[in-house]
Every structure is written in structure tokens, then in C-alpha cells.
């Protein structure tokens, strides 16, 4: 009797090649599914492959702002995931454009094609915020569940793992600089994920194991402010800095000046957005749309920072175990 091989079902990601999109394309490529990596870049998106077996993972060129492209990177897949974010705006590349009518664009081409759908949007977001930021990412959320409604929304609170934005940079100024800032005092509250914890709850999600037409909160297991991560980071690292409160009024001035490089350190909108506490709500713990819902046990940061930030201790000082 002929054996039937039954073909992986194709799930494209959009922004698979950025911090969070390469995990998730990972975890996909380990579950055997067959994964379109779509991104402005594809060229520079290379470094997805190797995550995959040959020819399992294929970069495609697609913008999230131009529907035609989007149509093209879903044709076939049985799920869409977008993973398209943006810290500040450049160009083109408004909160409005990429966070609430990208969304759209997306959902819309996703209902077409028939595919299930995850949509990456985070905690905070709020569409009657203070902060542009925060209010694309809830505008994009209704246009994903008005489109999709079986739609499943992941909100993270600020991700770590080797490639973060986060603790890498404050790690690498903690290099240079004798003093960090504490950004309105330091008394904003995070809940740090796990990079690897939210790739897989994603990954979940496509399995169809997350609950449609919900939001999902994803936090670590520690409740954290701001100046207890700068304490922890700079205890991972082993050097001692100051830690200076900068009163609100003054990193509002900071981020309007920084605001205007190129690739800003700090903006404006940023500052608002780190005048609310980002974890997860006592509703998504209540209706158990969190890491645990999904049957994950979260990873903290004391676990894993010390595996990518001992590269910012003193040299010689540490011997990393991939180094012996
Ligand atoms: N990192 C965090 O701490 C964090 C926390 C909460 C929520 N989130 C959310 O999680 C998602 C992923 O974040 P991330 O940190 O992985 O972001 P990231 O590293 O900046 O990656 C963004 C990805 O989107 C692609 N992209 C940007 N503009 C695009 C466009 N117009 N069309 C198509 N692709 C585009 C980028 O590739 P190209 O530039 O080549 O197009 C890249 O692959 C975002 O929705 C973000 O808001 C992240």
C-alpha cells in the first residue's frame, strides 16, 4: 500500500526576522511546520534559515503597509502570525501606518486567504492612552478581532533574551558611562518575559491550543521596577554605577531632543508610555488568558540573564561555559 506523506502546514510570520519573529520561527521550525519569513528586508533576514532544515524556512519580501505584498507572503498559509512593531516613527513608518493599518492589512488578507490568525500587540495597550504608541497598538487590536474574530492576541510585557533591546543596551552603556537614569525615578513596575516563553506560546497558538477571539497578557514570574532590573542587571554584570533618578518633567525634555536622531535612544512618547506600570492585568490572571493558561511556567530574569549579559563584565573576569 502507497504511504500518503501528508505536506506541513505553511505559516508565514511577519517580522520573523526581528528579536521576537526569530524565536517564534524556531519554535515553528522544531514542530515541523513550513515557515515564510516575511519582512522589508528579506536579504537581511537570512540568519532565519539555519533555524530550520533545508528549504523548511523561506524568507519572502512583503511590507505590511502595501496589501498587494501581504496578499502574496499568505497565499497557501494555514497560519498568519504578525509580529511587525515599531518603538518610534521614521518616514513612512507611522504608529498609524504599521501598528493600526498594518494590523489591518493583515487581518484582512489573512480572512481572504482563509488562515487562522496571531496578532503581536503589547501590555498597555490602551486606545485612550496618553501614548500614540500604546493607542495604535489597541486600535490595530479591534481591527484585528472586528476582521478575524477568532483571532488570538498576544500582549508581552518588555521581552528579554539575547538579542533584547532592553537590558543589552543599558548593559553596554553601564560600560562607558559611570551613571544610568532612572527614568521618572525608577518606579515604573515590569514584568519581564522570556523570549523563548512568549516564542512558545505563540507557537501554541498556531497548535490551536490558545483560545480565539481572546487577548493573552504574557509576564514573567517577577513583578520588577525599573530600578530593581538596573540593580539586577548591573549585579549580573558586576560593575557598580550610580543610579540617578531623572524627574518626569526633565526625561520629557530628554526624549523631545533625542527624538529627532534618526534612530532615537529615547522619545517623547516613550517617556509617557513609562508613566504606567506594564504587567499583567488581575483580568488576564483571572480569566487565565496568561503564560500559565497556556500551560507555560515562565522563565525570570535571574535565570537567564546571566547566559547573554556576561559578555559586559570586566574582560577576564568571567569565563563564559561556551568559552572552556
Ligand atoms: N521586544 C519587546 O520588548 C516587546 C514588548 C512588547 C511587545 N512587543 C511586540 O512584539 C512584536 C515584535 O517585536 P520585536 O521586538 O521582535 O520587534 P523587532 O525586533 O523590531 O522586529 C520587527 C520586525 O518587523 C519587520 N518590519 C518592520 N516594519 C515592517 C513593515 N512595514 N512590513 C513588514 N515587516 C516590517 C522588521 O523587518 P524589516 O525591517 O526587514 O522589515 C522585523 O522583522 C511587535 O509587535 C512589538 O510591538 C515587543
Do not use: C
Not at 211 to 230: A, Q, S, W
Not at 268 to 284: G, H, K, P, W
Amino acid at each position: 500500500m502507497t504511504e500518503i506523506l501528508e505536506i506541513p502546514k505553511l505559516v508565514t510570520v511577519f517580522g520573523g526576522s526581528g528579536f521576537v519573529g526569530r524565536h517564534v520561527v524556531r519554535a515553528l521550525a522544531k514542530r515541523g511546520y513550513r515557515v515564510r519569513v516575511a519582512t522589508r528586508r528579506p536579504e537581511l533576514a537570512g540568519h532565519v534559515q539555519p533555524l530550520g532544515n533545508v528549504g523548511q524556512i523561506q524568507p519572502v519580501q512583503a511590507n505590511i503597509r502595501v496589501p498587494w505584498s501581504i496578499n502574496r507572503a499568505v497565499e497557501g498559509a494555514a497560519h498568519v502570525i504578525n509580529l511587525v512593531g515599531i518603538l518610534y516613527q521614521s518616514g513612512a513608518q507611522t504608529f498609524s501606518t504599521v501598528q493600526q493599518q498594518g494590523a489591518r492589512n493583515v487581518a484582512e488578507a489573512a480572512k481572504a486567504a482563509g488562515a487562522k490568525l496571531t496578532h503581536g500587540s503589547a501590555i498597555g495597550a490602551d486606545a485612550a492612552s496618553a501614548s500614540a504608541y500604546a493607542r495604535s497598538k489597541a486600535l490595530g487590536e479591534q481591527a484585528v478581532l472586528d476582521i478575524v474574530k477568532d483571532a488570538v492576541i498576544v500582549r508581552p510585557s518588555i521581552v528579554f533574551g539575547p538579542e533584547d533591546e532592553f537590558f543589552n543596551r543599558f548593559a553596554n552603556m553601564a560600560r562607558f558611562s559611570p551613571a544610568l537614569p532612572l527614568i521618572g525615578g525608577g518606579t515604573t513596575r515590569f514584568q519581564p518575559v522570556f523570549v523563548g516563553d512568549v516564542a512558545e506560546a505563540i507557537a501554541r497558538s498556531v497548535d490551536g491550543q490558545a483560545k480565539g477571539g481572546h487577548i493573552y497578557e504574557l509576564g514573567g514570574p517577577n513583578v520588577m521596577t525599573f530600578r530593581e532590573l538596573m540593580e539586577q542587571m548591573l549585579e549580573v554584570i558586576d560593575r557598580k554605577r550610580l543610579l540617578v533618578p531623572i524627574p518626569w518633567w526633565a526625561a520629557e525634555i530628554q526624549g523631545a531632543v533625542l527624538g529627532l536622531l534618526p534612530k532615537p535612544l529615547l522619545t517623547r512618547d516613550q517617556v509617557t508610555l513609562l508613566r504606567s506600570d506594564n504587567v499583567v492585568s488581575t483580568e488576564a490572571e483571572r480569566s487565565h488568558r496568561t503564560l500559565a493558561g497556556l500551560g507555560i511556567q515562565p522563565e525570570s530574569t535571574a535565570a537567564i540573564l546571566p547566559s547573554y549579559l556576561w559578555r559586559y563584565r570586566v574582560a577576564g573576569q568571567f569565563t563564559h561555559k561556551s568559552e572552556t
